[in-house]
């Protein structure tokens, strides 16, 4: 027996250290893709020698005699912290995700392949003008240099996921660059996803009014009412199931609810403290580590810049100059159009045109899947657009026999100039320049929020698609694209997208909100992002005479709900102080308990107070009950409670409180009714979920900002090594928007929120402040992995100077670029 031991004690020990020295080789290898930021390297590709200065958050500081060597130099910083995360981007934009991950990523690339946006980009390249074409080469051979130091230098091979995916990594190109922009429209967009359940949820209510309720138009529109669906496109089958495949976190395509959203506002020089304007920007993108955003200076020759930089693309998306500031909120213009096209029954290679049947232009594409065969599938395109199969994004539910489905996108074009605008914008001086330099702009389209040092302005850019003014839906529903009143003609000029310059107030901004009140077909869109953020906004601007750079601080980090205030006003009107005595741990004293917290609550959705997980847990589950009997399984749908929605049903607009009787009962309920059982509901899940003390509950443990990594957060051990998490407070309609997941077991997740926030006083320039959600590398090993997070998440910022001697007070590292000679 001692013999035994002794032989159980040596094998255990032996395998001990042999997973100790398989964690100390892994460890080895990936510690080896780790940059030294105090290299000096020799590179080909620049004319004089670059410094790259990282200050002490590790924010390249680029120094370089010429642009093109500028650019370069952000290649080549981009691919040493963000390589994996680029060359994934890429990889999605090809259409090319199942090479490395096998058989769940075909959907994904085969709608990306259908959409040619590789393609376009590749076509595009020669669209782009001379300065634009100079930083796309010169960024494509920076990201190429780090390439081959890491195949030369065995670094690693670049970045530690490349050796769980091992895969060839081709050179950057300038297509590639373009590609990403592309990808970035796509996943900023959802008009086409709401188009389609606009359809899906008019063939199953039978009243118009009912449509509007459940899908609201802004309530400051004057959108007359609309045909229904069904009048437009017969025959469509009466059983519809949902075709909606589980969430893909690395697909491009969104639910509508996560396409994408911002924060933008200015104050011109007399509504300012200082006596200079200002400006603040926080666009809101699904949260990933890293985050999306990759915070860099340019010292161009057209000036210094600095602020957000997407890896893969060579240029400041938002940011400042000391002359001009530049902000981005999604401007939800209907940039997509479904066209339902008749196939010829006697030639299923033929669609209906104008003028009679005409043949589908084809091409066969080849997507490589990993562990198993390729497949390939034949491309097809109407003049409106490319065909999408019916089982993308809904489409076989609303597409009668006989018929595919186009997708019109104003991104879908061979010349988009997207990347040259956004360029001149960056090398702008003055509002009247940048507004000048948006003209060619594409996709995504957005709203550029200005402050030079004397004026703001707000513009919208990107195409406007031209419809008919005889448009069967408006762009609202799918229909048929044989009939020419249907297509688009082509943009309306850049003159028609709408401009605010230095307005009278002295203020103004953008939540995603509607921002004109225009007839159709210049209406910009009936799906506005925003109906709540901007009451908020609006009360915290006119509340004061004059503004600074921290008034503008508070506002981003602002987190009382108007919608929480409006709402439960509603909700409880008949709850609040009723009900008899109860004995503590019944349900009526529970819901005694909650409606008391509920009643002295002012709407501030703060991670530590109970009341904004009562609040949210009640309307998720009122909505619930509303709309699960009329809607059956589409109910599903509808993920996040809508307050506009909610308003409509309890103050009876348009007979809408008749969503709270259920179909199903004999009985005829009231909203009261409804909303009582639905706080039970709530209450019960807070407490299978969190516990019983619902005074001791708090919001942050159930709104987790969920930083994770897109490959590997899921994967058992190594997820607490690569995910963020972190508790956060605001909500779906805060400033500090953390928009909630709405799906799953954990459906108040904070999973879509600001990745990046700056704040710019002109007054002091290098006053100016900002941050990211996570920290500069991809590299879980790095200690800029994750170094921003906490105080992103505590609403706190860093410094955001131009001023070459403070990069380099507190540098962490200075890399030198020598040409080769």
């Not at 509901?681 to 005074?695: C, F, K, M, Q, V």
Request: hydrophobic content about 40%; proline content about 6%.
């Amino acid at each position: 027996m001692a013999l035994l031991f002794r032989w159980l004690v040596t094998l255990a020990t032996a395998l001990i250290c042999l997973v100790v020295a398989a964690l100390v080789l892994a460890y080895y290898f990936f510690e080896r893709s780790l940059p030294d930021y105090n290299a000096a390297s020799t590179v080909t590709g620049i004319t004089a020698p670059v410094e790259i200065v990282r200050d002490n958050a590790n924010v390249p500081h680029i120094f370089g005699e010429t642009d093109a060597d500028v650019f370069f130099a952000l290649g080549y910083a981009h691919a040493q912290d963000r390589l994996w995360q680029m060359t994934l981007n890429r990889r999605a934009a090809q259409g090319r995700l199942a090479e490395l991950f096998g058989a769940s990523e075909i959907q994904t690339d085969v709608l990306i392949r259908r959409l040619d946006i590789y393609g376009h980009a590749v076509a595009s390249v020669a669209a782009q003008n001379e300065d634009t074409t100079i930083a796309l080469n010169a960024y494509s051979d920076g990201v190429n240099a780090w390439l081959n130091e890491v195949n030369a230098g065995a670094r690693g091979r670049g970045a530690p996921e490349m050796w769980l995916f091992n895969h060839p990594i081709s050179p950057w190109e300038p297509a590639d660059s373009l590609a990403i922009l592309k990808l970035m429209a796509l996943t900023l967009t959802s008009q086409a996803q709401n188009e389609v359940l606009r359809a899906r949820t008019s063939l199953i209510l039978d009243n118009n009014d009912r449509l509007r309720d459940i899908m609201p138009d802004d309530p400051t529109s004057g959108i007359a009412a609309l045909p229904e669906f069904a009048a437009l496109v017969p025959n469509v089958p009466d059983y519809m199931p949902n075709m909606r495949m589980a969430y893909d976190p690395l697909s491009p395509i969104k639910p509508p609810m996560l396409a994408g959203a911002s924060n933008a506002w200015a104050a011109n020089a007399a509504r300012s403290a200082s006596g200079a304007t200002l400006l603040a920007n926080d666009p809101h993108l699904g949260l990933t580590a890293p985050t999306i955003w990759y915070l860099a200076r340019l010292e161009l020759s057209s000036g210094g810049v600095i602020g957000g930089t997407i890896p893969g693309m060579p240029l400041v998306l938002t940011g400042r100059s000391d002359a001009l500031g530049w902000g981005l909120t999604s401007a939800n213009v209907d940039d997509q159009d479904i066209l339902i096209e008749e196939v010829n029954p006697q030639n299923p290679d033929e669609y209906r045109d104008i003028d009679g049947w005409k043949p589908f232009r084809t091409r066969d594409s080849i997507i490589s899947v990993k562990g198993g065969a390729a497949i390939t599938i034949k491309l097809r395109w109407t003049i409106n657009g490319p065909v999408l199969p019916p089982d993308q994004l809904d489409l076989g539910t609303i597409t009668p026999p006989g018929h595919v489905t186009a997708l019109a996108w104003s991104a879908l074009t061979d010349k988009d100039t997207s990347m040259s605008a956004a360029i001149g914008i960056m090398r702008s001086s003055t509002v009247d320049e940048a507004i000048y330099a948006g003209r060619d702009f594409i996709a995504p389209s957005q709203n550029l929020t200005l402050a030079d040092r004397n004026r703001i302005a707000l513009k919208t850019i990107g195409a406007l698609p031209a419809r008919d003014e005889a448009h069967q839906s408006k762009g609202r529903y799918p229909s048929f694209g044989y009939l020419p009143e249907n297509r688009w003609r082509g943009r309306f000029p850049y003159i028609d997208n709408p401009e605010f310059i230095n307005p009278t107030g002295g203020i103004l901004g953008n939540t995603n909100n509607k921002i004109v009140d225009r007839e159709f077909p210049l209406h910009v869109s009936y799906n506005w992002g925003d109906t709540q953020r901007i009451y908020r906004w609006r009360r915290l601007m006119q509340a004061r005479s004059v503004h600074t750079r921290d008034s503008f601080i508070e506002a981003q980090q602002d987190t009382v709900s108007f919608a929480a205030r409006s709402i439960l006003t509603l909700m409880g009107a008949d709850l609040w102080f009723t009900g008899d005595a109860a004995l503590q741990g019944t349900p009526e004293r529970r819901r005694q308990t909650a409606l008391d917290l509920l009643s002295a609550w002012n709407g501030e959705m703060n991670e530590h107070l109970p009341e904004p997980l009562i609040y949210a847990a009640w309307v998720r589950e009122f909505q619930k009950r509303l709309i699960r009997d009329e809607l059956g399984p589409l109910a599903s749908e509808f993920t996040h409670a809508n307050p506009v929605f909610i308003e409509r049903v309890f103050r009876d607009i348009d007979g809408a409180s008749v969503w709270c009787d259920v179909i199903q009962s004999a009985s005829v309920e009231t909203c009261t009714d409804i909303a009582r059982q639905a706080l039970d509901d709530a209450l019960i899940w807070i407490t299978e979920n969190h516990g019983p003390a619902i005074e001791a509950v708090r919001w942050g443990d159930a709104h987790q900002a969920t930083h994770d990594h897109p490959v590997l957060g899921q994967a058992p051990l190594l997820h607490w090594f690569v995910n963020i998490r972190q508790s956060t407070s605001g909500g779906d309609h805060t400033l500090q928007r953390g928009l909630t997941s709405g799906t799953g077991l954990q459906p108040f997740q904070n999973v879509h929120s600001a990745g990046y926030r700056g704040v710019y006083d002109f007054a002091d320039p290098d006053s100016s402040v900002f941050i990211t959600a996570t920290g500069q590398s991809g590299h879980p090993l790095s200690r800029y992995y994750d170094n921003l997070g906490e105080l992103w998440r505590r609403g706190e910022y860093i410094p955001m100077s131009l001023d070459p001697d403070l990069a380099r007070a507190a540098a962490v590292g200075v890399s030198v670029l020598r040409p080769a000679r």
